[in-house]
């Protein structure tokens, strides 16, 4: 791609908790919020109807898009980590920033990090875990611009996550001085002008007057931007409450939209369109969470998911457009997300892929583009998209994608089959994974734990045909173990992975323990 010319600006907006069935032009009727912005990127771009992120849930997401390699090969085997945690990604392991840096781009985020920074501290040891000796005005090691960002304002996690301070570069923006929550029982150090509210305008803001900027250089550059919303807090901004019929959480995911589309006019009036690769997706689906979490009757409207009232009802919005589950889930609900591409000249207006991809996928489609070619211990699970999007792939770019949940569940969708190695969810939704007691007590895999999916047939996935295809559930289980046991899954020398990874996450054998 390379030789053809001028690189092109990439910019790369990751949602937080955005279902599929929350963007209009996936969820067609059935979704009952307006996404005007995503609908007309959709028609300038080509729409993904079958692309996931690499887990169910936040950290390992963007573990995964960074790296380029599957989030379970890190020391994070389950769930995710908190505003004080230490950085998950790997002392000098190269990441698309630096990649791109390395092949003279100009590399900036803006947003939600949500990969652990070591915070200086007071007295010279690690972080309290509320924060307590940290030192605000010392510098913080190994987040955003010690991985190949130039430049870098946001948030160190979730905004239910203290601390609530922005950052930028490696410096706390003021000190701490207060509490404050966005969550109910997470309270914790705060700026004292710092609010939840105020975060999504922020980091849009900053964003157009970047590209503004940038535009001007001369000089290609790589945008990543992952918003805070519509994750909880559920708080949109004055401009937008009341602008939805499903209340705070459809007002909010309408400025998620909005911000996606402030981006896109900022590209056009720079005139820059064809010169810059957009793309918006999410790290994972929809929250149940904000029923629970804030003070909004039914602000995604859950009930229906959960089947107390049939999705094919015409006042129900539907979250997870027709697909089973949500955020945290092994079920397609959990890790299929909207993804659109534009890039105009380039990427066919209106078109439409419907092969697997994977977010894990963004490392080795910007390799590709600028020419360079990864080395064995780099990018290990990355394969490019680049043919697909250029409308020149004969076939799927991918063998197979693997899926993660938030207790470490695996599934694997090769094909129509999709086979998933737990006994339900994975996560949140019924039926539940093993805990407490029951987890304790089990001494090996239940046999009938895998569950076996057609989704050509059966894309909502009710009917486990395990026991009448045994030999791809066998077929497809050494798959997994092949990719586990070789550190890869793409072409190339064996890898190691970062602690102990279990093909039964549910199960440890007697005497092992999850790294």
Request: with cysteine; glycine share 8%; net charge neutral.
């Amino acid at each position: 791609m390379a030789s053809t010319g001028e690189k092109p600006n990439i910019i790369y907006i990751l949602a937080d908790d955005w279902g599929l069935g929350d963007v209009k032009t996936y969820g067609g009727d059935r979704c009952k919020i307006d996404t005007p912005h995503m609908d007309r990127l959709a028609e300038k771009g080509m729409k993904f109807t079958d692309a996931h992120s690499s887990s169910s849930v936040c950290t390992p997401t963007r573990y995964s898009i960074l790296t380029g390699r599957y989030n379970w090969r890190s020391r994070l085997k389950s769930g995710v980590i908190w505003g004080f945690s230490p950085a998950l990604i790997e002392s000098g392991r190269e990441t698309v920033a630096s990649l791109l840096k390395k092949n003279g781009y100009t590399t900036i985020m803006i947003g939600k990090w949500h990969l652990g920074m070591n915070f200086p501290t007071t007295d010279g040891k690690e972080v309290d875990e509320k924060g307590k000796n940290t030192d605000w005005k010392g510098q913080i090691k190994n987040g955003p611009t010690a991985v190949g960002f130039d430049k870098y304002l946001g948030i160190s996690a979730s905004l239910d996550m203290p601390p609530y301070i922005w950052i930028e570069n490696d410096r706390f923006v003021g000190e701490c001085t207060t509490q404050k929550s966005f969550h109910p029982t997470r309270q914790g150090p705060a700026h004292s002008d710092f609010e939840a509210i105020d975060v999504l305008p922020t980091l849009t803001e900053r964003t157009v007057a970047t590209i503004t900027e940038q535009a001007k250089s001369g000089k290609p550059f790589f945008i990543y931007m992952p918003l805070n919303s519509p994750h909880s807090p559920i708080v949109p901004s004055k401009p937008f409450q009341g602008k939805s019929s499903l209340g705070a959480y459809g007002d909010f995911v309408m400025e998620t939209d909005w911000a996606v589309g402030q981006v896109v006019e900022a590209v056009e009036r720079a005139g820059i369109a064809d010169k810059t690769l957009i793309i918006v997706t999410a790290d994972n689906g929809c929250s149940n969470m904000p029923l629970k979490m804030n003070a909004v009757k039914n602000p995604a409207r859950f009930k229906f998911l959960m089947g107390e009232k049939s999705p094919e009802d015409p006042e129900t919005h539907y979250p997870s457009d027709i697909y089973r589950g949500h955020k945290a889930d092994i079920y397609e609900g959990g890790h299929r997300v909207p993804f659109i591409a534009r890039w105009d000249g380039q990427v066919k207006a209106g078109s439409i892929s419907n092969d697997p991809v994977c977010l894990v996928d963004l490392f080795a489609t910007c390799a590709e583009i600028v020419g360079a070619k990864p080395d064995d211990s780099t990018a290990e699970d990355s394969v490019s998209i680049l043919p697909t999007l250029l409308g020149t792939a004969t076939k799927p770019v991918r063998e197979a994608v693997v899926h993660h949940s938030i207790d470490g569940s695996f599934a694997i969708r090769q094909g129509k089959w999709k086979l998933a190695l737990c006994p339900g969810s994975g996560g949140w939704s019924h039926p539940s994974p093993p805990s407490g007691k029951k987890k304790a007590a089990l001494q090996e895999p239940i046999k009938d734990w895998v569950q076996l999916f057609d989704l050509e047939i059966d894309p909502a996935e009710t009917k486990n045909l395990a026991s009448k295809h045994p030999e791809i559930v066998s077929s497809l289980t050494a798959l997994v173990q092949k990719y586990i046991d070789a550190g890869r899954s793409t072409p190339g020398a064996p890898q190691k992975n970062n602690g102990e990874t279990f093909l039964y996450p549910q199960w440890i054998p007697k005497g092992r323990q999850k790294i």
